[in-house]
């Protein structure tokens, strides 16, 4: 059941946080339910993350969606900040110092690196994921191919 997915008092492995994505999008194919259980995931069971969410596309922009954190920024363009990019370029965007990362768009200056993996439905960008962190490098080729596959699951159920 859902409701019993709690994160380890000990820190979770990445596998332990993509079998807990996969309970949560069990039996769901609400992409916005799937989204605010992801993220809660996520923000949870990750070390050293400020902020786990999702943005989708909305008449030729990024609308906020699901998420974790603190107030986020609610409309991106496309081709602006670290979001903005990964939609641009149809690519994951990993961002080891996001001061340091031209037009960078400061939702919680707290934040100094990030990672956002665009989400694709029927061949175009859907949305994206992203997860801010305070620390500067805080995400490893390991955290890119475990948020890609939290992706592909997510896409995976709509």
Not at 11 to 24: F, P, R
Not at 46 to 64: Q, S, T
Not at 80 to 94: D, I, K, L, N, Y
Not at 125 to 136: A, C, E, M, T, Y
Request: with cysteine.
């Amino acid at each position: 059941m859902v409701a019993d997915i709690a994160a380890p008092a000990s820190g979770a492995s990445h596998e332990d946080i993509l079998e807990a994505v996969h309970a949560v999008l069990e039996g769901e194919r609400d992409p916005i339910a799937n989204a605010a259980n992801i993220a809660a995931v996520l923000f949870g069971w990750l070390p050293d993350v400020n902020w786990a969410g999702f943005y989708f596309m909305r008449d030729g922009e990024l609308v906020l969606g699901p998420f974790q954190g603190r107030v986020a920024c609610t409309r991106i363009a496309v081709g602006a900040g670290v979001c903005g990019t990964a939609v641009a370029t149809r690519e994951t965007q990993v961002v080891p110092d996001v001061h340091a990362f031209p037009g960078h768009i400061a939702c919680d200056a707290a934040s100094a690196s990030e990672i956002v993996v665009p989400i694709f439905r029927d061949g175009a960008v859907f949305g994206v994921l992203d997860i801010d962190s305070p620390v500067v490098d805080r995400f490893s080729t390991r955290d890119r191919e475990l948020m890609e596959a939290v992706v592909s699951a997510y896409a995976g159920k709509f």
